[in-house]
């Protein structure tokens, strides 16, 4: 009635409600203290004296009990009875009492809390009845309660436990705790408890009192003993303790159990007792406040606060708290609750809003005048007293309060003496704050890891003089290793050993429980009575007592204290106190959250909030003196903003960046002040093995603190940098030295094979760096990237010792330490190499640390933070050897211990435990990765010397992709540098197996899995590693004859018929005038370059694709020879622009003339530019040349600047052309054959003049001709063929090497005449010049031209190429002036006469041949090779009758005049095609370009931007074969196993056989010679004969590729099985096979991904299931915890692997849920044609509907849509998920028709909004919301914060965006203003998946 009371709000002023509230309260608490009211019962001791004689009675209400006199009285509870009982208490009392006579066993269930025990006790306490206290643990066995055997003397005796020597001797059984106890262990008092009977290990029968009393009437006393028969007493009775399970965690009760007892429930006491009690505590606290405070914690107990689920109050610590407001009356409320109930962290937001409203009710929030306290003044000691105290003066409020607390022995030191401890404002604040705790109850300190408990607490603990006892807590700690374990004696008998805890409860020592989150809550529950009523009961059945019940106790008994230890009762020191340090509780999950309502009753909680960043900065400087003050602030700026933010991901960086880990980087700053920031940060993260999402949202938090890589990081580092030495006893690594050690044990120095490579030495040098600051280190790594080596080189160098230790699933923190075993009886420890490290001063490897769960890796902590630990021997670790003064079983840890972790990268594959993220901070952590590509490659030289190079560079550049693509989460094993070593090791031994047979050692693990398999085959052809080949698949082109070679007669020089010699040109100079320079921008693009010959060997070599526009059309491509590199430069018209890049390099780079070249000049403008690259000095430089405009541009590639050139060319010409002008359009030219001596040519075309432009000295020389120029060919420098434009009459122009102004005009022209051979009758014949397409600029080689022409000659020659003829070789010319022979090989038909037919298609004749003639000669392989179109080719000669030919861009024509053959290479279609046809037809009369590349062969570029590298040489193509086959490997060669015997005969010898006479074929037989495929006698194709024998037969001889082969028939069945499969299949789920088909297109799209989130999803699941230890079990292995009971001869000493039942009461482990919201607004659909937005989309919900197939209990997902229609479209909701491909293509196609017909308008953020709020109103485990949009948000007017706001709206939720195309960079804009990790651009649809899959990874592998 009163809480009711309370929660109704009263009218009235806002003095009013508060006051008339304590009226009326007040009215309650004096109405309940009636005088003559009959019905309160009270208790009445009669005749009570200081010895109890017989015949007392106790009197409570109507219920009286006579006293019996204790056998033993010590065992009575003492001083639990206070002076005034509350009436319920008393109520309780007499129940109790009640049951007591009736002999029945009571159960007193209720909240958590020590209420329930004090009553039982004082009920003992009143009827002076001895107890025997059990709390009940999880790892509470039977032999707990019954008997357990002990060894005395070589014997193992019985002794008995609790429940039998309650029996027996007539005790009151007090368990504690049965919901923690395991289920098979309570049945065990069954019987005992109905019928007082119970059979024991030893023999012995309990027996019911009245039973055993009726036997004695018949039989004596020594007979039942002889039966073995004991007597229960009739006072023997049990309570039990416990809490409702239900509602706490816990097991329920057995129903046979629970029916034995009878209940009572005991809750809190009523409002007005607990007021009572308050008041009487806290006198001078003002009336109202105490009853607000009682009121608020009812409150919080009712039963709707914990419908909203939140923990109970803990009603039992109000007490303490009034108590400390009773010395600090001034104290804000507030605070108090906080330590009481420390919502802020316990809580979700819901809960501290309920919280903080309950709080306004009861007026409990601030005011001004209330306080907190400021800082500890001074400490002194207070020497009255028997035991240690001190008195504190505490500041608060410009007031002094001196309180006195416990201390220890040690002198006190002042505050801030420690000299590791910095005091700041909130240090001292806590310290004060714990010390106003410490005065009544323990404490719980909580703060994230790093932040610095431990040394709080050390220091709080130096102030009051405390000797500190480190305990660290481990997971699977029980309650043994908590308070006392066995050990045996010298002489082999087993005894206890306390643990330290039990010790400092004794000593008065101040305990710190480290990691107290990580204990199982069962265990811990055996501390409950240490720490309410500092109580214990010990195994060895000792007892310790509360200081005053000692007291008391030895004052009734007078006894002295040694008889009372022969007792084993011992006092708790009253010092004594326990500090618990734990990490805060993760809100909402099921695991984490360890703060439970039991836990809330046990300590005072006191938040260590994380450092603000002035505190942080003071502490820093002041440990950290000489540390870079910017560095400093950046650091700092960026921490804190990381740890401020809302965001998981940030908030996940941020605790690795604790306190400790900033002090870490500032020593390491400080030491080497030129190191960079940005390294430390990415270091101390570990941000290479971070998930994507968290990489990115690192480095973009990293860029706006403007922490920047450093600039010298672009630069290479050399091996010669870091080079290793050592030298007079120190050893350099880099920049590094340090002492080399002088080791004991040489033999335990590691010695091991190591190559020196960069990285490596980096990573030492790093290394040394950290080592040399006294760091222990641990190095992080994907599998076989060399952790051990470098370790074991390391270690090597530096001539340390090591000891090495390997982690497993089953590593115990007993393995880890100590080995347990027996020996002649005894047991004896074997030190494991961790303690014999420590004592050795040896470095401790720890390998594969992630293995070992992280609760036993945790007890390396308390080594490496605190230097102590404790073993299982009782032994322990200490840091400085003055702790050690005269304490036996004390090991000092040697000064030069170090410890070195090696761990695989957390996360998926690796599915190892998070070491980093529990221990990560402890240590300095190093990333160690595969080495890069050139160092990798340096080693693996140093592995196969005599490995080709080739082979080496694809095996790295193959498994560089490989892990990339591991990085990116596309394939989930990280192939690493282990494999390659392997592969090149086998390589090297033996040299003739093939490259693609040996890559299979690694890839044949992924052979099964079809997907995977399919990435890595495309990876490595496209490396050209050909695996999957066979040495018999070469497709070369087929090789044609060509026809005869014919005389075609002479070329001759300048004797014309009219005796015109030849005219002499003149020629001025100029001065070139240049415009500029711009500077331009270039971009860089990645290329992907596919090896050609993966499968099938061809004549193409490799080949990648330009960044083309689809509209883009290439107009020329030339390539520059300079030094062994090839350049490739290709230009494209529309725009124009050039794309550049070294043909053997990774990028590619691309200009972008937009500007310059304006798309439209007037009317229709087709730009055509060619491209001309210069040569040394000029490297990098070429010249663009515009034909129509006769623009020239210089462009410097690397100065990035842009020169125009303009030429003194002759007048300008008349106006531009417009549409109504027809004038023809003038053409002007530019000849680049010596572009790379920097001179080029340009000339008009029907022009009289040649310019030509000398880059290097910037002057152009004009030459004046008496012709009009067709065409222009620099036939040699000094040479020019000239074509005449009307009748393509030829002339030569002879020029001198240098045109110095002077003598200007010595330029000869000569007319060139050609001449047929004699026709014999002088009739001259009618010659018909044709234009030559190409002709070489230099000569075949003598042996080139002997061979061509079919006789030894040797002069000068030139090839060319015409469309008449397949090649034509002039030999003379140019430089003999007598006549030049002419032999020509010609084509049956003309080319290009049918291109009028062609160009019909595009509309109207066309005139003019296209600008590019496409035609190259080869001059070292003898070769012409041009591309022709497809009509042009003799399609039936090279292909078979029933074979139609592929699409081609056109066809490679190689003309071989070597070997007289004459080859066709189809070039692949190109993949898209400009629309602009006409223009197109323009360039090329094929889809491809040509220019020669190298030496042998030719680049093909076609327009759709695919580049091709073509081997056409045969010498070439042979080489490449041979190394081609090699990496292949013959792999169907017959083997034999030969064993060579070393005497005695054969089984059957090899022998020659019996000859046949009349020689007919013998196939197999072993009987006669010249057979085939036999065995044993001579033959051949057989195994095992002499040698071989041919009689002329034809050879059988099964080939390996026909055994592999599978026959037809089988194949087609299986075919035909799938197909009827499939259709029964469809039929099912009535889906026709069009549906399916449409189907198929989304999901074959996502297949990819689903399968690898699915295989995600399944580890994760079986990462769930993975099994425990289950203890205590009969059979199994032998737990080392149990040896000793072993010993004894108890049964269940084993423990087993089984599937944990998951904890009963423990909340249900939640689903993880999802939304995804998709965008289908019109603007989907209207963008769909321009990037496929929609049907991506639609991809991505097929995706997740695919994915999250199956997984429903862990993953609820639904999808809504959001448009301009409605904000919430509900496509998939969450109870109708679609069970097959006909529902999911239903959900589809809805999709589809929503954005084809809904209004326009946008919804995104109503819909994220509504979806946010929405999902969080279900359970859940995690929430996910992600958003798929397109970015045009500012169309609607919609703000980018506006958005972001949203995103982040609740911490719950991590709420992603997803903006699919956009247009132009809206959004790259938007992402900008977006949290790090939040938002996602899929410019290319493609990612969408990819993005999902990222975010699956990272965040849901995170936490599960």
């Known amino acids: ?455 709080i607490a050390k220091n709080f603990a ?96 007078q006894m002295s204290d040694e008889q009372l230890q022969k007792r084993s009762i011992f006092p708790v020191h009253p010092s004594f106190r326990i500090i618990a340090l734990a990490e805060p509780p993760v809100i909402g999950s099921t695991t984490q959250q360890w703060l439970g309502p039991e836990f809330l009753t046990m300590f005072f909680f006191h938040y260590m909030k994380p450092l603000v960043k002035s505190e942080e900065i003071q502490v820093i400087k002041e440990m950290v003196p000489n540390m870079p003050q910017e560095a400093l602030d950046k650091l700092l700026s960026f921490t804190h903003k990381l740890r401020e933010t809302q965001d998981p991901t940030a908030q996940s960086l941020a605790a690795s960046l604790s306190t400790r880990q900033l002090l870490r980087i500032s020593r390491r700053l400080s030491q080497y002040p030129n190191e960079n920031l940005h390294g430390a940060i990415t270091k101390a993260c570990l941000s290479r093995f971070l998930p994507s999402l968290a990489r990115s949202a690192l480095e973009k938090n990293l860029a706006d603190a403007s922490i920047e890589i450093s600039i010298d990081n672009h630069l290479e580092p050399e091996l010669e940098d870091y080079k290793c030495e050592v030298a007079s006893g120190s050893l350099r690594i880099g920049a590094v030295s340090a002492p080399i050690y002088n080791a004991h044990e040489k033999m335990k120095v590691p010695d091991v094979l190591f190559y020196d490579n960069i990285q490596h030495m980096i990573v030492m040098e790093d290394m040394l760096k950290d080592f040399l600051l006294g760091e222990h280190l641990l190095l992080v790594g994907n599998q076989g990237v060399g952790k051990n080596k470098i370790v074991d080189r390391f270690l090597h160098l530096l001539n340390r010792p090591r000891e090495y230790i390997q982690l497993h699933r089953d590593t115990t923190v007993q393995t880890l330490t100590l080995q347990p075993s027996v020996k002649d009886g005894l047991i004896v420890y074997e030190d494991s190499p961790l303690v014999k490290a420590v004592k050795l001063g040896h470095v401790l490897v720890v390998d594969e640390a992630d293995k070992a769960p992280t609760n036993v890796t945790c007890i390396l902590k308390t080594l490496v933070e605190n230097g102590e630990m404790i073993l299982a021997d009782g032994r322990r670790i200490v840091t400085n050897s003055a702790d050690v003064d005269g304490r036996e079983n004390v090991i000092v840890i040697h000064p030069d211990f170090k410890m070195i972790v090696l761990a695989n990268r957390p996360g998926f594959p690796f599915l190892g435990n998070d070491f980093f993220g529990t221990l990560g901070d402890i240590f300095s952590c190093h990333a160690v990765d595969n080495p890069k590509p050139h160092a990798e490659l340096e080693m693996l030289r140093q592995y196969g010397p005599n490995v080709p190079e080739p082979i080496l560079q694809k095996l790295v550049a193959a498994f560089g992709e490989l892990r990339s693509l591991a990085d990116q989460g596309i394939i989930s094993y990280p192939y690493s540098t282990r494999e390659v070593v392997n592969i090149v090791r086998h390589l090297q031994k033996f040299p003739t197996e093939g490259l693609s047979s040996v890559v299979r050692n690694v890839f044949d693990f992924d052979s099964y899995n079809s997907d995977m398999r399919e990435i890595l085959v495309n990876t490595l052809h496209k490396h050209g590693i050909p695996i999957g080949a066979k040495p018999t698949t070469v497709q070369l082109a087929k090789e044609l004859p060509l026809p005869e070679q014919t005389f075609m007669g002479y070329w001759t020089i300048g004797q014309s018929r009219s005796g015109m010699q030849k005219l002499l040109c003149p020629a001025e100079t100029h001065h070139i005038d240049i415009k500029g320079p711009a500077l331009i921008n270039i971009q860089e693009y990645p290329i992907e370059r596919h090896e050609g010959r993966s499968q099938t060997f061809t004549e193409e070599c490799a080949s990648w694709r330009l960044p083309l526009d689809e509209i883009n059309i290439i107009c020329d491509v030339a390539v520059s020879h300079e030094n062994e590199e090839n350049t490739l430069y290709v230009v494209a018209c529309n725009p124009v622009s050039l794309y550049f890049m070294n043909m053997a390099g990774k990028s590619g780079y691309f200009v972008d003339f937009f500007d310059l070249f304006p798309r439209t000049a007037s009317g229709i403008w087709h730009p055509f530019v060619t491209v001309a690259p210069l040569g040394n000095p000029l490297k990098g430089q070429v010249i663009l040349h515009e034909q129509q405009s006769n623009v020239i541009l210089l462009l410097d590639t690397v100065g990035r600047a842009l020169h125009r050139l303009i030429l003194p060319l002759e007048e300008v010409t008349s106006k531009r052309p417009s549409w109504w002008n027809k004038e023809e359009a003038v053409t002007y030219k530019m000849c680049k054959e010596f572009s790379h001596k920097n001179w080029l040519v340009f000339y008009k075309e029907k022009g009289n003049n040649l310019t030509v432009l000398d880059v290097l000295e910037g002057r152009t020389h004009t030459i004046s001709l008496p012709i009009n120029l067709r065409t222009v060919f620099l036939v040699a420098e000094d040479k020019w063929l000239l074509v005449e434009s009307n009748t393509n009459q030829k002339y030569l122009l002879t020029k001198p090497a240098h045109i110095e102004s002077e003598d200007s005009g010595v330029c000869q022209l000569y007319v060139l005449n050609e001449e047929p051979p004699s026709t014999g009758f002088g009739v001259k014949q009618e010659t018909n010049f044709s234009l030559p397409h190409k002709i070489s600029s230099d000569q075949l080689s003598s042996e080139n031209l002997s061979s061509a022409v079919g006789q030894k000659i040797a002069s000068p020659n030139r090839i060319l190429s015409d469309e008449s003829s397949y090649a034509t070789v002039v030999v003379g010319f140019p430089d003999l002036m007598s006549p030049s022979e002419v032999y020509s090989w010609k084509r049956p038909s003309y080319l290009h006469k049918s291109r009028v037919t062609d160009t019909a298609f595009y509309g109207g004749k066309k005139s003019e041949a296209p600008k590019q003639s496409n035609c190259v000669t080869l001059i070292d392989t003898n070769q012409i090779v041009r591309i022709l179109p497809p009509g042009e080719v003799p399609l039936k000669d090279i292909y078979p009758k029933d074979v139609t030919p592929p699409q081609t861009s056109g066809y490679i024509e190689v003309t071989d005049l070597q070997s007289k053959k004459l080859r066709y290479i189809p070039i692949p279609r190109s993949e898209s095609l400009s629309p602009y046809t006409t223009w197109l037809s323009t360039i090329s009369d094929t889809d491809a370009l040509l220019a020669e590349s190298g030496k042998g062969g030719v680049v093909s570029v076609d327009m759709g931007g695919c580049v091709r590298l073509w081997e056409t040489g045969l010498e070439h193509l042979q080489r490449s074969l041979a190394e081609w086959r090699n990496m292949i490997g013959q792999d169907d060669r017959q083997m034999q196993i030969t064993i060579n015997r070393d005497s005695g005969e054969d089984v059957s010898s090899p022998k020659h056989g019996k000859e046949d006479p009349d020689n007919m074929p013998h196939v197999g037989g072993n009987t006669w010679a010249g057979g085939t495929g036999g065995r044993d006698t001579a033959g051949l194709g ?239 485990d995690e929430y996910f919301v992600i958003v798929l949009s397109d970015a045009n948000l500012s169309r609607y007017g919609i703000h980018p914060s506006k958005f972001a706001q949203i995103l982040t709206s609740n911490p719950q939720v991590n709420a992603f965006a997803i903006f699919i195309g956009s247009l132009g960079d809206q959004a790259a804009r938007l992402q900008r203003n977006l949290p790090a990790g939040r938002s996602f651009i899929a410019m290319d649809t493609k990612d969408i998946p990819q993005i999902l899959q990222q975010i699956f990874t990272s965040t849901m592998l995170s936490s599960v």
């Open 462 to 557: 130096d102030t009051l003089g405390y000797n500190i006892e480190p305990i660290m807590l481990y997971q699977d700690m029980t309650a043994r290793d908590l308070l006392q374990q066995r050990y045996t004696l010298p002489n082999g008998d087993t005894a206890w050993r306390s643990s330290p805890l039990v010790n400092a409860a004794l000593e008065g020592k101040l305990v710190l429980l480290d990691g107290i989150h990580r204990v199982n809550a069962g265990t811990l529950a055996v501390l409950q009575r240490l720490i309410h009523d500092r109580e214990l009961s010990l195994y060895d059945g000792s007892r310790l007592l509360r200081e005053d019940r000692y007291m008391h106790l030895k004052k009734e008994l």
């Open 1582 to 1820: 057989g195994k095992g004969g002499p040698y071989r024998l041919d009689a002329g037969h034809t050879v059988y001889q099964v080939s390996e590729a026909e055994k592999d082969a599978v026959p037809e028939e089988v194949k087609r069945a299986a075919r035909e099985m799938g197909q009827k499969v499939f259709q029964q299949r469809l039929k099912e789920i009535q889906m026709s096979e069009y549906d399916a088909a449409t189907y198929e297109r989304f999901s074959g799209a996502v297949r990819r991904q689903v399968h690898s989130l699915r295989i995600i999803l399944d580890n994760l699941q079986a990462k769930g299931k993975e099994r425990q230890w289950l203890r205590h079990q009969a059979t199994g292995e032998l737990d080392d915890a149990k040896i000793i009971d072993g010993l004894t001869g108890e049964k269940a000493i084993y423990k087993r692997r089984g599937e944990l039942e998951p904890q009963l009461g423990s909340p249900q482990q939640k689903p993880k849920r999802l939304r995804l919201v998709v965008d289908v607004s019109g603007s989907m659909y209207r963008f769909n044609g321009v990037d496929g937005r929609l049907e991506r989309s639609m991809e991505a919900v097929c995706m997740v509907m695919e994915a999250f197939e199956n997984y429903e209990e862990k993953f609820k997902y639904d999808i809504a849509g959001h448009s301009g229609d409605d904000y919430n479209i509900p496509l998939v909701p969450v109870n109708k998920i679609p069970k097959d491909n006909k529902q999911r293509l239903e959900i589809l196609k809805t999709m589809h028709a929503h954005a084809q017909f809904c209004m326009s308008g946008d919804h995104t953020l109503k819909g994220t909004e509504h979806a946010i709020r929405e999902i969080v109103k279900e359970e859940a």
């Open 1 to 455: 009635m009163q809480s009711l009371l309370l929660l109704l709000g009263m009218p009235g002023g806002p003095g009013g409600p508060a006051a008339r509230r304590m009226r009326l309260l007040l009215r309650q608490v004096v109405r309940g203290r009636p005088a003559g009211d009959e019905r309160w019962s009270e208790v009445r001791l009669l005749h009570a004296g200081a010895g109890t004689e017989k015949g007392d009675t106790v009197n409570i209400g109507d219920v009286s009990y006579k006293l019996k006199t204790p056998k033993s009285p010590e065992l009575v509870p003492q001083n639990y009875i206070s002076d005034s009982l509350a009436q319920s208490v008393v109520q309780h009392l007499r129940w109790i009492m009640q049951k007591d006579l009736l002999g029945q066993d009571v159960f007193l269930i209720g909240p958590p809390g020590p209420l329930r025990r004090s009553i039982a006790m004082q009920y003992l306490e009143l009827t002076k009845r001895e107890v025997e206290y059990i709390a009940l643990s999880r790892d509470t066995t039977e032999t707990d309660l019954k008997q357990r055997r002990e060894i005395r003397s070589g014997t193992a005796f019985y002794i008995d436990q609790c429940a039998v020597r309650a029996a027996t001797e007539g005790r009151t059984l007090i368990l504690e705790g049965l919901e923690k106890a395991e289920r098979n262990v309570l049945p065990v008092l069954n019987n005992l408890l109905e019928n007082r009977e119970m059979q024991l290990e030893d023999g012995r029968f309990l027996m019911s009192a009245e039973r055993y009393d009726k036997l004695l009437q018949d039989h004596t006393k020594t007979e039942l003993d002889a039966w073995k028969i004991v007597r229960v007493s009739e006072n023997f009775r049990v309570i039990a303790l416990g809490l409702p399970v239900p509602k706490y965690p816990g097991n329920p009760l057995d129903p046979p159990l629970r029916s034995r007892f009878q209940a009572r429930d005991i809750y809190y006491l009523p409002f007005k007792d607990q007021l009572k009690l308050l008041y009487s505590v806290g006198a001078n606290v003002s009336a109202e406040k105490i009853s607000q405070l009682l009121s608020f914690a009812t409150t919080l107990c009712s039963q709707e606060s914990s419908t909203l689920g939140l923990p109970d109050f803990p009603l039992d610590s109000l007490p303490a708290a009034v108590q400390i407001l009773d010395s600090f009356p001034m104290m804000s409320i507030k605070q108090a609750i906080q330590w009481l109930y420390p919502y802020t962290i316990l809580l979700g937001h819901e809960g501290k809003m309920a919280v903080e409203s309950v709080l306004k009710r009861f007026e409990l929030q601030d005011s001004k005048s209330s306080l907190l306290p400021k800082e500890i003044v001074r400490v002194e000691r207070v020497t009255e007293n028997l035991f240690p105290q001190a008195s504190v003066t505490v500041r608060i409020a410009e007031k002094e309060v001196t309180i006195k607390v416990p201390a220890g022995p040690r002198p006190f030191s002042q505050t801030c003496a420690s000299e590791r401890f910095i005091q700041t404002l909130s240090h001292k604040q806590l310290l004060a704050e714990m010390m106003q705790s410490h005065m009544v109850k323990d404490i719980c300190l909580i703060g994230g890891k790093g932040c610095g408990k431990t040394v």
